[in-house]
């Protein structure tokens, strides 16, 4: 595995995107039962606001940042990620494009009803080949004979990779507390709203506002109601200042 990047408490590593999903392939085909998260800014914000997050967030094996914040704290830091940012959304695709010349099963949990069979079928087109053996909407009680019910679908699928898109940190504590109970996954994904991408339901930002490092902005604008969400951007970033002069 990588070396790992501590940023501020949450233990990055300094993987490329082929890198990333070289290691989650190898683990779908032989394990270890290998988890990714892609914290981005906002999610290590709350684990500093929330220590008991830590725990969760750095229980994954493979963790990866999905935001140009957390790749401007490592230059802050003095600890740059060598290869950027790396989003989730395009892990899980190169994933999945991976995946369908293995033969290797995928389920795709989380989003509204109908979103994950909808982005089933998108990605089925884009590569033929891929096998999806179950999806499930993300509306449902995360503890209980409801989420027993959910855990028992994906595991009588025989599901090899399972994508958990319930939006952070809510998935990510939902595998922390859940993966032991997943008996035939070996690799699962917290991603986000990925499941609304892949779909066509919601379209990611063009092309120059990514390569500016302006996705969150594209966002914002798309979405206004994040205003309050996006606050914890220049906390995160004048924040990590104040630590960096805090520990010289």
Not at 120 to 130: H, N, S, T, V
Not at 157 to 168: N, P
Not at 227 to 242: D, N
Request: charged letters at 25%; proline letters at 4%; hydrophobic letters at 40%.
């Amino acid at each position: 595995m990588a070396e790992k990047i501590d940023i501020r408490g949450v233990k990055f590593d300094s993987v490329s995107l082929d890198e990333a999903v070289e290691i989650l392939s190898a683990a779908a085909a032989n394990g270890p039962q290998t988890a990714l998260y892609t914290p981005n800014s906002e999610i290590v914000q709350q684990c500093i606001e929330n220590n008991e997050l830590y725990e969760v967030i750095n229980s994954a094996e493979l963790i990866v940042p999905d935001g140009v914040g957390v790749v401007k704290a490592g230059k802050i830091l003095g600890t740059p990620f060598e290869h950027g940012k790396v989003a989730g959304i395009e892990v899980g695709e190169h994933l999945i494009e991976r995946l369908a010349e293995t033969g290797l099963s995928v389920y795709l949990l989380g989003g509204k009803p109908g979103i994950a069979e909808q982005a089933a079928e998108k990605l089925g087109e884009k590569y033929p080949g891929i096998r999806f053996c179950g999806c499930h909407d993300g509306y449902f009680k995360k503890s209980g004979e409801e989420n027993d019910a959910v855990i028992d679908a994906v595991n009588q699928s025989g599901a090899d990779v399972l994508f958990v898109c319930l939006g952070a940190p809510a998935q990510e504590k939902w595998i922390y507390e859940n993966r032991s109970k997943l008996t035939t996954v070996k690799v699962m994904l917290g991603l986000g709203g990925s499941l609304d991408g892949y779909s066509g339901n919601v379209k990611r930002a063009p092309k120059v506002f990514i390569k500016l490092g302006l996705e969150w902005f594209y966002r914002l604008l798309k979405e206004p109601k994040r205003i309050g969400r996006m606050m914890k951007l220049p906390k995160f970033y004048f924040g990590t200042w104040r630590y960096k002069l805090k520990n010289k």
